[in-house]
Every structure is written in C-alpha cells, then in structure tokens.
C-alpha cells in the first residue's frame, strides 16, 4: 500500500522510482510500517465503495468456470500491514460476491499476489500476514509499468497510492536549454507551465504502460481499482497542502545550498517524481490506451476524520518514513536530517495556510474493468 500520506504528502531519472523503493522498511521507530496510519486511514474511506463495486460489477461466476482459483494482486504493495488489510477486505468482498452468484457451488481457492519493487521489504510485509489467512500468498518483484505476471491470470487488481510516482523523471527537467528545466525548485509546484507539461507528458506514458501491462494479465471482465493522490481539473497545485510542502523543501534545500551544506548541481539534479492526476486527465488515457472501461471515478475527501489543526511533528514523520529512501539516493543521511528537522518548524509557521488549503476531492477513486 503506497505511500503518499493522506492529502497531505503523498531518484535519479535512470531506475524505476515508483512509490514501494521509497519507503524506510523493517520495523524501527522511522519505518514506513510504524508510520503510516494515515494511509491506512486514507484507505478506509474507500472500503465501502470497493465493496460496493465488486458486488455490482464483478462477475465471480465467469471466473470460476474456467479456473478453480481466482487471483488477486496489490501493485505497489510497499510494506507493514496496509496492504495485508485492504487485499484481505477485497477478498471478503469477493467471497461474499462469490456466495451470492454461486451459492451451490463450493467457494474457489484464492491467491493474493503482492507485487513491488526488488528493493521492497518483502521480510517485513510477510512477517505481517496472519497466521490463520484463508488463502495462497505470493510475492512478485518488478517495476509494474512491466508486465510482471502471467497472461491472463488475474481476476482483481488493486493499486492505491503508488501510480503518482513516475517511473523516470522528464529529462527536460535537468536541460538547460529547456523551457522545462527546474532550476531552483524540486517539484512542478509554483513551477512555469512547461514544467507541469512535462510531468503530465511522462505520467500519460507511465499510465498507457501501467495499462498495457495489466491488460495482459487480466482475464476479460477482471477489474482494477485504482486510489490515489489528485486535484480537482484546473486547480494549481501551489493551492494543496503537498504543494506548500514541496515548496517548502525546496525553499530548505536551497538555504542549505547558500549555506554550503550541499552544492547547487546536486540541488538542481533533484526533482520529485511525483505527479497528482486530476480525473480529466486519467480518464483520457484510459480512454486512449482503450483496453479498460471506466466503470467509476470519482474525487474524494481521503482525511474526512481530519477536524483541526494539522499535527506538523507527527505529520512530518509519515513524510520521512515514505520519501527518505528517495531523498538518500541525492543526499547524505546528514543533509537529510537537517530537510527533515527544519521542515517541523517551516511548515508550523504556516500551519493555517495548511489548514486553509486541506480540502476535499484530492483523493481519486476509479474502477476499471478489463474489455
């Protein structure tokens, strides 16, 4: 289960840098698998309607008249037990689909397949399984803009918080003879257009990938529910609270460039490879791509619980436990810490201004089901 934190969060341009390589793994005090209650809440608010689409618009039965086993799989799985609970949600939705289309028939056996980057903590994820789970496991390294399962094996696949990482950073962003180079910020945040363009242009490919990777895998009928990070079609993202704390990083590291603590070309080859869809946008390539049927989208409120002021201390630490791996392939474990312990007190003086910009409809939610 990825990493972006909430609505309020969510490497170099060669690797893949989709969001499980990111993640602190093991199960220290800064893990992603001790920080990251606030994903698992993010997830919550989608339950029922997941629930509500499998009931409605998966056809169990079809499935199990070719194969006695129907597979699911979590893409950008990460670590710690978010993805253990919402694979093990969707598949007492499934069981129950399944006992009311068949309800003579013996259920099925089920395998869950739970897919990452090979630098992902699978140790961790799967000393996190239960001891009495009620169905096959397996793990599956690879970058998912691949195909990384066999042909149409797949009946339900799930991926939340992990497709706004993009898979290479635009190379525009570090040419300077582009319109699109990104001197002096780290983000497409408050950036001129043609950086936004770039970005937008690589997750349009990253997405027609994605797509072509598990129309492959996916039996016709089988479906995909995709969570994630977005924006409302139009909106800046300067007015969002990841924006002010993308900013605000890139305000920090540039201090620590005039203070000689890290260089200015290290500054400048550094870029977030995160992009934040909005649905006009995704259902377009989807629609492009042509090989799913848009069943839902929708925008969602991802923190509905959230009432008062943003907790800055706490709220950084989700930060660090889901991005530090991607900061430490620039930086040093020094220069780190310093971004990490000047970002508390730069995002509490403009603590309003956050609570300003916490809004509804930056969380997407989209069924799709395989033509």
Sequence with gaps: MATMVSNSLTKKSEPAVNSPTQVIGGHGIDSYSNNSSYQKLAANVVKKKIEDAI?????????????????????????????????????????????????????????????????????????????????????????????????????????????????????????????????????YTSAPQEVLNAYATQFAEDLDNFLNARAQEIVSGGMMVIVGSSIPDGMSYSQVVNGLMYDCMGSILMDMVKTGSINEAELDAFNLPIYACPPGEFTEGVERNGLFTVEVIELMNPAPWLKGPIDIPVFVKHVRAAMEGMFSKHFSREDIDELFNQLVPRLSQISQQMKSCDRDGLQLFAILKRK
Excluded at 110 to 139: C, R
Aim: overall charge neutral.
């Design 55 to 187: 009931m409605m618009k998966l056809d169990v039965a079809s499935f199990s008249s070719t194969s006695n086993i129907i597979r699911l799989a979590d893409f950008g799985c990460g670590v710690g037990s978010n993805t253990i609970t919402a694979m093990h949600d969707i598949l007492e939705f499934v069981k129950k689909k399944y006992m009311s289309q068949c309800p003579a028939s013996q259920m099925p056996e089920f395998q869950v397949i739970f897919n990452d980057q090979s630098t992902n903590d699978f140790n961790t994820l799967f000393t996190s399984l239960p001891q009495d789970k009620e169905y096959m496991v397996a793990g599956v390294p690879g970058s998912f803009h691949d195909q990384v399962l066999p042909k149409s094996s797949l009946h339900l696949a799930h991926c939340s918080y992990s497709l706004h990482w993009l898979s290479k950073l635009p190379k525009e962003l570090q040419d300077k003879h582009s319109p699109a180079w990104n001197k002096g910020r780290i983000h």
